[in-house]
């Protein structure tokens, strides 16, 4: 039998979420009360009803991982207790660009709202989805520029020469013996049999070598080589 969905909570009943890192709260102790203040402020605005209010003190922004309050925050809105997750600032919820473009995409699949009065964000409104939609399309940016910066570092890496991975645990006699019979021209399957055949073992302590296993070899010895998988 399949499950029901959840329904989604009354968007006028929401919850408060704040934080303040060790830091913040070293600085300055009315960083909580001031979140609490604008918040709560907006909610009478607004006629809504606050349901609860969850606090992580101590806590960095960087992650949505690892920070209790939030979790329960999120646990209200997603099981239909409330229909409406409140922040004062942005940076409360993240810091991180990808993880608030995640929990936009949270809510607006568990159709639950997303406000932060700093940036104007409100989700329940035509600017809010058009500004949402603006953010995600900026993390997905931010992604695909930190994949490209990632495969630019290692390729300046390998050209530099510089081995990339777990070190190699093979004997450097067995590495040898490969890229010897590599350059007499033997295929990957050739000396992968010749080596099953001698009982060599490979680099995990087990006998069963096959192309790609000698082909990672080839790999790891000379970085720039080419090897086709099949030859």
Known sequence: MSRRKKQPGNPGVVVAYLRVSTDEQAASGAGIEAQ?????????RRGWVLHGTFTDAGMSGKSITGRPALAEALGT????????????????????????AALMKRAQDGEWNLVALDLGID??????????SVMASAA??????????TK????AKRAA????????????????????R???GQTLRQIASDLNAD???????????????????LLIEDPSRQVRSNA
């Open 182 to 184: 590599r350059a007499d």
């Open 161 to 180: 020469g510089v081995r990339l991975g777990r070190p190699s645990s093979l004997p450097s006699a067995t590495r040898d013996r490969i890229v010897a």
């Open 36 to 44: 609490r203040a604008a918040i709560e402020a907006e909610v009478a």
């Open 77 to 100: 809105v997603e099981s239909g207790e409330a229909g409406t997750l409140i922040v004062a600032k942005l940076d409360r919820l993240s810091r991180s660009l990808l993880d608030f």
């Open 123 to 132: 989700l329940s409104t035509p600017a809010g989805e058009f500004l949402a």
């Open 199 to 217: 009982g060599v073992d490979t680099s995990q302590g087990g006998r069963a070598w096959h192309a790609s296993t000698v082909r990672a070899v």
């Open 140 to 149: 997905q940016w931010e992604r695909r520029i930190i994949s490209q910066r």
């Open 152 to 155: 630019d570092a290692l390729a």
